[in-house]
């Protein structure tokens, strides 16, 4: 994995303190779609951040996919949110590298390899 691309459904500058390189959906151009998203993702070795389900269910299909962080946590105030993903995200980074799909909830985050 050489970095993470952010759904267009989370703020542009998302609370992710990593060492890798961070690239926002609207990068790709206005309004990509989750085909555009998943593909790039795949080409570049990027693991999609998302809020949306799409990504988490389009891991089953046969092609290799790019690794998914699913954020499983409704609506949040930006403040909030990005304090909640601050403390999350040390854990979230080193499950991503060893697993296809991370599912982040406000309790607790399950992996599947």
């Known amino acids: 994995m050489k970095g993470y691309l952010l759904d267009e459904n989370l ?16 990068d790709l151009g206005e309004r990509p779609t989750d085909s555009e998203i998943w593909s790039h993702a795949r ?30 946590v409704g609506n949040m105030r930006r403040r909030e949110f990005a304090t909640w993903l601050e403390h999350v995200w040390p854990r979230v980074e080193a499950m991503v590298t060893t697993h296809k799909l991370v599912n982040v909830h406000r309790n607790g985050i399950e992996a599947i390899r």
């Open 43 to 72: 080409l570049n070795d990027l693991a999609i951040v998302s809020k949306d389900a799409d990504f988490s269910q389009r891991i089953a299909l046969g092609e290799p996919p790019p690794r998914v962080v699913h954020l499983r």
């Open 11 to 26: 703020p542009r500058v998302a609370a992710l303190r990593t060492g890798f390189p961070v690239v926002h959906a609207l």
